[in-house]
């Protein structure tokens, strides 16, 4: 069977639709005292690499346009590669029936500013089945492939074949590209990538039974990562449904809201990371958990942690909880300065004025976007 090489790269053209309201400021210090220390060009050099280094901090966008500007700045910089998590475009979001001339509008969840991306051709033959940190997954069901975009790079990683993950745990199970809840990349921060490359993680749920599995760029099947460490009981909904990945960690929620994470050594497996306190109540039936990632990048890993339930008017509550994996507590906080859209997509309020602040279900997002909210 014809597979793509793994990755494909091309140079990325991206047009600008908004400028960005926050002014991103960076300092270069100078030594005056060493004139001569390699000249004027190597100052250069010195400099690009510095405001690069900041813009990339600030987003990926700002630093391929950067790169984008000549060759020596392209040779000078460090070249995005697709799973690296640095370059993972986390701050933009697709949005979906937004097609004008081969392109896509994504949108900033910080600022508000808006990009036109002009997508592959290879991606009209796939199916897309969400996001992870900025990257699509994509199905292609001809060649049984998934695979993720980078879309501000315009690159590719093919996956193993979608039919081997259910070899051992369900084997009389075919897989249907809606099974895919949620996908990231693993890294070891302990390790460098020679020693330990980047994995590839799937959250897969079929019917009532949730299954984890993992792998690499050129691998062909997918290998089952270990979730026996999860104490609840199976009921109506899975003891646990989809994840989220954040700055090359994987993190997963359980239905009663304890937080686990994937470990890579010796095996990739979950392990526990924050429970719920009792402090915070009995978990009514029917509760189910969700994670999100937080507008604020810089503390800890950036993760919330979502808890829905029913009420007694047949609503629908929730509370919301900060994740602190050094002290493994989840904190209860109350939505200030933020637009939840449940699974996995959170918004700065200010950015989105016509917007109202508060948790909702992902169903409002094609909502926003069909009235032009956003």
């Given at each position: 069977?014809?597979?793509?090489?793994?990755?494909?790269?091309?140079?990325?053209?991206?047009?600008?639709?908004?400028?960005?309201?926050?002014?991103?400021?960076?300092?270069?210090?100078?030594?005056?005292?060493?004139?001569?220390?390699?000249?004027?060009?190597?100052?250069?050099?010195?400099?690009?690499?510095?405001?690069?280094?900041?813009?990339?901090?600030?987003?990926?966008?700002?630093?391929?346009?950067?790169?984008?500007?000549?060759?020596?700045?392209?040779?000078?910089?460090?070249?995005?590669?697709?799973?690296?998590?640095?370059?993972?475009?986390?701050?933009?979001?697709?949005?979906?029936?937004?097609?004008?001339?081969?392109?896509?509008?994504?949108?900033?969840?910080?600022?508000?500013?808006?990009?036109?991306?002009?997508?592959?051709?290879?991606?009209?033959?796939?199916?897309?089945?969400?996001?992870?940190?900025?990257?699509?997954?994509?199905?292609?069901?001809?060649?049984?492939?998934?695979?993720?975009?980078?879309?501000?790079?315009?690159?590719?990683?093919?996956?193993?074949?979608?039919?081997?993950?259910?070899?051992?745990?369900?084997?009389?199970?075919?897989?249907?590209?809606?099974?895919?809840?949620a996908a990231g990349v693993v890294i070891d921060e302990e390790k460098s990538p020679e020693e330990l490359p980047?994995?590839?993680?799937?959250?897969?749920?079929?019917?009532?039974?949730?299954?984890?599995?993992?792998?690499?760029?050129?691998?062909?099947?997918?290998?089952?990562?270990?979730?026996?460490?999860?104490?609840?009981?199976?009921?109506?909904?899975?003891?646990?449904?989809?994840?989220?990945?954040?700055?090359?960690?994987?993190?997963?929620?359980?239905?009663?809201?304890?937080?686990?994470?994937?470990?890579?050594?010796?095996?990739?497996?979950?392990?526990?990371?924050?429970?719920?306190?009792?402090?915070?109540?009995?978990?009514?039936?029917?509760?189910?958990?969700?994670?999100?990632?937080?507008?604020?990048?810089?503390?800890?890993?950036?993760?919330?942690?979502?808890?829905?339930?029913?009420?007694?008017?047949?609503?629908?509550?929730?509370?919301?909880?900060?994740?602190?994996?050094?002290?493994?507590?989840?904190?209860?906080?109350?939505?200030?300065?933020?637009?939840?859209?449940?699974?996995?997509?959170?918004?700065?309020?200010?950015?989105?004025?016509?917007?109202?602040?508060?948790?909702?279900?992902?169903?409002?997002?094609?909502?926003?976007?069909?009235?032009?909210?956003?």
């Amino acid at each position: 069977m014809h597979r793509r090489e793994v990755v494909t790269r091309r140079e990325p053209s991206i047009r600008s639709s908004s400028e960005e309201s926050e002014d991103n400021t960076i300092v270069i210090h100078f030594n005056a005292g060493h004139e001569n220390s390699g000249g004027w060009a190597q100052m250069l050099s010195r400099f690009v690499v510095k405001v690069a280094d900041g813009l990339l901090h600030y987003d990926v966008a700002e630093y391929i346009r950067v790169r984008a500007v000549c060759k020596p700045w392209r040779s000078i910089t460090a070249n995005p590669s697709h799973l690296e998590p640095r370059f993972f475009p986390r701050r933009w979001l697709l949005q979906p029936e937004s097609w004008v001339d081969g392109t896509y509008r994504f949108v900033n969840v910080l600022t508000g500013a808006s990009l036109r991306i002009p997508m592959p051709r290879e991606a009209d033959m796939y199916s897309r089945h969400g996001s992870t940190e900025g990257l699509l997954v994509l199905y292609h069901k001809l060649s049984d492939t998934v695979c993720l975009l980078n879309p501000l790079t315009q690159e590719f990683t093919d996956l193993p074949f979608a039919h081997t993950m259910y070899r051992d745990s369900c084997k009389n199970t075919s897989f249907m590209a809606g099974d895919i809840i949620a996908a990231g990349v693993v890294i070891d921060e302990e390790k460098s990538p020679e020693e330990l490359p980047p994995i590839v993680v799937m959250c897969v749920t079929h019917r009532k039974q949730s299954a984890m599995f993992y792998g690499k760029p050129g691998d062909l099947v997918w290998d089952t990562i270990d979730v026996s460490c999860i104490e609840e009981q199976e009921v109506e909904t899975p003891t646990f449904h989809g994840g989220l990945a954040v700055k090359g960690r994987f993190y997963v929620p359980t239905r009663t809201g304890n937080v686990l994470k994937v470990e890579l050594r010796p095996k990739p497996r979950l392990a526990y990371v924050a429970w719920q306190s009792s402090y915070h109540g009995c978990i009514p039936f029917g509760t189910c958990s969700y994670l999100v990632p937080s507008i604020s990048d810089d503390k800890d890993d950036g993760v919330l942690l979502a808890r829905m339930h029913t009420t007694g008017n047949n609503g629908e509550g929730c509370m919301l909880f900060v994740l602190d994996v050094a002290s493994k507590r989840l904190t209860l906080i109350t939505v200030h300065g933020m637009i939840v859209f449940l699974p996995r997509t959170t918004l700065r309020s200010i950015a989105f004025p016509r917007l109202i602040e508060g948790i909702f279900t992902e169903d409002h997002v094609s909502e926003i976007f069909r009235r032009n909210l956003i």
